[in-house]
């Protein structure tokens, strides 16, 4: 694709979004706010500049309405763009501006070839410390002990036996109500720094875990089926006893990059550490996996336990 480049003015600061209005045949038109980085806005540009039908047919699906639909249609119904603020394509032949012309705002898009992470999209990871009292935390602990019965082995949508190994308990709401109202404390915030400050939440859900020795789950993202769609952000609280007598149990969480218009792994990712009584949160749709546990003596008041759970959009 031709360069995206600025007209002769002053430098302007580039923006984080552009808005963008899709001219459909028929007369239809969308109007949607993409960032300036985003790799859609160059595919969007590489199609309307193909003149002559040379590029690989693309199908287009973009989220809408955040998330909660999608907006589907093949790159030949695509027959022209609007920007606001507006973006120039710089033609192969220079043209020279005349004194009637009037200034015009550009902005330079870097080609996804710039760089080999150019296409790559960071994940991106919250994590607080001391998110309940230490009076709270021993009694969950004490909670947990008590109920070690109570715990079953995990299962996952597809069946998979070997892809998930650890123990959990479903319901336990002497703590999950503290849980939640704790999270509502914090997701006017965590809402806002990931970008979905709008969203409309349908409610919280949670469950306690379990890893012992040689305990893990494999990669997998939390929204992948039509049961947990709706699942927006994932949250995981980490608890154990003191001194600490497991290892292992880091959450690898994948960066993702654009292939064919879906959202796939990338080979970067960020290693979090369980850190006794905080709380991370990140995006469901992230790839992500739990690293194996190492807990020698076996028993389970040694486990690497958490509360995860996943805020729900309406």
């Known amino acids: 694709m031709q360069s995206l480049s600025r007209s002769p003015q002053p430098p302007q600061q580039v923006p984080d979004q552009v808005e963008v209005t899709l001219l459909l045949s028929g ?13 859609l806005l160059r595919q969007l540009f590489e199609v309307v500049m193909d003149w002559e ?27 022209g763009l609007i920007t606001n603020p507006p973006l120039i394509v710089q033609q192969p032949i220079p043209m020279q501006p005349t004194q009637t012309q009037q200034p015009i705002q550009s902005y330079q898009i870097p080609s996804p070839l ?20 230490l009076a709270e935390h021993r ?13 079953v082995n995990t299962s996952t949508s597809t069946g998979d036996l070997s892809h998930r190994r650890s123990l959990v308990l479903y319901e336990f709401p002497e703590f999950s109500t503290l849980i939640h109202t704790r999270i509502q404390s914090l997701l006017a915030e965590v809402l ?3 970008g979905l400050a709008d969203l409309p939440i349908s409610h919280i859900e949670s469950q306690l875990t379990a890893h012992n020795d040689g305990h893990y789950y494999r990669v997998h993202n939390d ?7 709706s699942r927006e952000l ?7 006893r003191e001194p600490k007598r497991f290892s292992g149990g880091e959450l690898r969480i994948y960066d993702s990059r654009i292939e064919n218009n879906f959202f796939v792994r ?17 995006l469901s749709r992230y790839m992500h996996e739990v690293l194996p546990i190492r807990c020698p003596s076996g028993k389970f008041a040694a486990s690497r336990f958490t509360i995860n759970g996943w805020v729900r959009r309406v």
């Open 192 to 194: 806002a720094k990931f």
């Open 223 to 229: 929204n992948g089926s039509p049961d947990t769609a």
């Open 27 to 39: 007369g239809q038109e969308y109007t949607l706010s993409v960032p300036t980085q985003d790799l």
């Open 53 to 79: 039908g040379k590029r690989v047919k693309r199908l287009f699906q973009i989220p809408i309405h955040q998330g909660r639909a999608m907006l589907v249609f093949p790159c030949d119904r695509l027959v």
């Open 234 to 240: 994932t949250y995981v609280y980490y608890f154990n």
């Open 139 to 151: 009694q969950l602990l004490s909670y947990v002990q008590k109920q070690e019965a109570a715990f």
């Open 266 to 282: 990338a080979e970067s990712y960020k290693t979090i550490e369980p850190r006794n009584n905080s709380i991370v949160f990140f």
């Open 114 to 133: 710039d760089g080999a992470r150019s296409n790559i999209l960071a994940s991106q990871v919250l994590q607080f410390d001391d998110f309940l009292s």
